[in-house]
């Protein structure tokens, strides 16, 4: 997002992808077909399953017929989640480099803040069995791609993506893309999670698959409640509008 737009309309715009991202989830509550696991380490980073796989995962999607869902990072998670966020010395450390990466991509610190708790847990050295790298777990095909030939020319991708300052600047111009080329910010956070061509075949929506849409949730939330808590006046009322897409500002 850029600085040209207003509090009120940036939190306004946040709050109908945050309403139609829970909309998403409500039929997943319904459906005992689907169900869905979770918790939140002490690190801050949100495990996800279909089942559970040890005893902290707590069901997130609960009674047949019951649209109260939750996810990690929410009601009983996301106030230490929070907490965590403002007091860690290693998010303190980074924030320097957040803010470049957020205004040379045009992005708020707070999104940043949101997907590099999720994804990683500001562990810089985290590297997922699928083989996502760093801060906010970047493939290296997505690090070949986004990177600049200068960059690709000084080290290779991996050893970049393993670097905080060049994992930020890749990550934060990847998902400034995504959210430009899909065109709002629940989708494009679900072409970061699922890839984008389910996302497209959904027809630039978030696609049918309880994780992803267990993802969006959280980070949309979690950049929600960064992004108030940023601002010296809180927003106090909102209007959402129909449909949960978010423009990329011009």
């Known amino acids: 997002m850029t600085a040209s737009r207003s509090t009120s309309e940036r939190c306004a715009r946040l709050a109908g992808a945050l309403l139609g991202a829970a909309w998403l989830l409500g039929p997943l509550a319904a459906s005992a077909q689907t169900p869905l696991y979770g918790y939140v380490d002490g690190h801050g980073v949100a495990h996800l399953a279909q089942q559970p796989l040890d005893t902290r995962f707590e069901p997130l999607l609960r009674e047949r017929g019951d649209s109260r869902v939750r996810v990690p990072g929410k009601s009983i998670d996301r106030g230490s989640l929070l907490t965590w966020l403002e007091f860690a010395p290693e998010v303190k450390s980074l924030m320097p480099l957040m803010r470049q990466a957020a205004e040379s991509s045009g992005l708020d610190v707070e999104l940043l803040k949101a997907v590099i708790a999720v994804e990683s847990g500001f ?25 600049t030939r200068g960059e690709r020319a000084a080290a290779p991708v991996e050893t970049l993506l393993r670097d905080p300052r060049h994992n930020l600047t890749i990550g934060s111009r990847m998902l400034a893309d995504l959210w430009r080329r899909t065109g709002s910010i629940d989708a494009a956070l679900a072409a970061w999670n699922a890839g984008e061509g389910r996302v497209r075949k959904a027809g630039n929506r978030v696609p049918d698959i309880a994780e992803t849409r267990a993802h969006v949730h959280l980070v949309l939330e979690l950049y929600w409640s960064l992004l108030q808590s940023s601002q010296s006046q809180r927003a106090r009322s909102l209007r959402f509008a129909s449909g949960s897409s978010v423009a990329h500002p011009e």
């Open 123 to 147: 562990r810089a050295d985290q590297v997922s069995p699928a083989g996502a790298i760093g801060l906010m777990q970047l493939m290296p095909a997505a690090g070949e791609r986004y990177a």
